[in-house]
């Protein structure tokens, strides 16, 4: 049971252009989104959360954009650089319940951007 | 600073010996710390939540016997692989939850990747 779904395996974006990745979540229970970046054979490096008071953030060239009705969750990158070359896992956490931070991960977007 | 380090970063062994992979804070303390198991071109899946001075608590369908779980103190946390099988190669990855951070703040280690002969 797949909680939190990428369904794009891989996208490929042209240096500077926007990149767009998508994130399904079903239970309603999150409250809390995280994007993690991961290099291969490295852990995942925190790169931008939401929390479901809010439907946008924004840092730098990353904004995150959540539809609660819809359970979707949005990364974008802009404009897009060749460092940003990666896996991009989405996360989410369940209410704040301290003691309960679990993360339940998304299977990932392998993104490329083209030079 | 935040700063998770995993020790080996990578370890082949023989089907039946026992594998512990190490995980460290190294500029903060952590009293939780998740172990997580990634498979080729999967997601993380948490295998157990550690804390320090108290038992692991192991997430649905993982062994307790066999993924064994110590914490024994704000900066280190370990994970023991018994009695290994081909199966159980996979990439393990530590995370670190600060003290005083936020409630699901998580630093993560750069994994261990477990090979099993």
């Given amino acids: 049971d797949q909680q939190v779904k990428q369904n794009s395996p891989s996208l490929s974006v042209q240096e500077g252009r ?34 479901s008071i809010k439907d946008k953030n924004e840092d ?7 539809n609660k009705s819809a359970k979707h969750l949005s990364l974008h990158i802009v404009p897009s650089q060749p460092g940003d070359s990666a896996v991009y896992f989405c996360a989410a956490s369940p209410r704040a319940n301290f003691g309960n931070e679990k993360l339940t991960f998304g299977t990932g977007t392998r993104l490329t951007i083209i030079p | 600073g935040a700063v998770v380090s995993q020790h080996p970063s990578r370890v082949i062994c023989k089907s039946g010996t026992s594998v512990k992979i190490e ?20 997601s993380l899946m948490l295998m157990a939540t550690s804390n320090e001075g108290s ?15 110590n914490h024994a103190s704000l900066t280190l946390s370990t994970l023991t692989v018994t009695s290994a099988h081909p199966e159980d190669s996979s990439f393990y990855i530590c995370s670190a939850r ?8 998580q630093f993560f280690g750069p994994g261990t990747r477990l090979t099993v002969l």
Avoid: H
């Fill in chain 2, 98 to 105: 600060p003290l005083a951070g936020a409630y699901n703040e």
């Fill in chain 1, 60 to 66: 730098g060239r990353f904004t995150v954009f959540l």
């Fill in chain 2, 23 to 42: 995980c460290r804070s190294l500029d903060f303390q952590a009293t939780t710390m998740f172990w997580y198991r990634q498979f080729p071109k999967k």
């Fill in chain 2, 55 to 69: 038992k692991a608590t192991y997430e649905q369908g993982v062994e307790k016997d066999k993924f064994l779980i």
């Fill in chain 1, 18 to 51: 926007i990149s767009i990745l998508n994130c399904d979540y079903t239970n309603s229970m999150f409250d809390y989104f995280l994007w993690y970046k991961k290099y291969p054979a490295e852990g995942p490096t925190f790169l931008i959360s939401i929390s």
